[in-house]
Nanobody, 122 residues
Framework: QVQLVESGGGLVQPGGSLRLSCAAS????????MYWVRQAPGKGLERVSD????????YYTDSVKGRFTISRDNGKNALYLQMNSLKAEDTAVYYC???????????????WGPGTQVTVSA
């Protein structure tokens, strides 16, 4: 019933940009903190960025600060991740995720689907 469908990935050169999108449905999107997480080859899941339910508060892992921007459009039930100055180390499958509780930023989130592949290579 809950659906999170990612799109926008692809192959880019180092220094390039991509904009990822996540279409959400089946839950009260505007009441949940949302996240982008990623999994690089041979590595575990890493939380990349957070955004509060109304979009006023955002957080980023150190490795992407200054390069990535998370945003949301609650009217469209959509989450976005603008990725600039991409590095080879950003290569991963990217997933969008929702917090497990309304109006809270916790360490617990859930995600679904195959994600979208981002490959950064010369």
């Amino acid at each position: 019933q809950v659906q999170l469908v990612e799109s926008g990935g692809g192959l880019v050169q180092p220094g390039g940009s991509l904009r990822l999108s996540c279409a959400a449905s089946g839950f009260a999107f505007s009441t949940y903190w949302m996240y982008w997480v990623r999994q690089a080859p041979g590595k575990g899941l890493e939380r990349v960025s957070d955004i509060s339910s109304a979009g006023a508060n955002t957080y980023y892992t150190d490795s992407v600060k200054g390069r990535f921007t998370i945003s949301r459009d609650n009217g469209k039930n959509a989450l976005y991740l603008q990725m600039n100055s991409l590095k080879a180390e950003d290569t991963a499958v990217y997933y969008c995720a929702k917090d497990t509780s309304q109006f809270k930023r916790s360490n617990k989130y859930v995600y679904w689907g195959p994600g979208t592949q981002v490959t950064v290579s010369a």
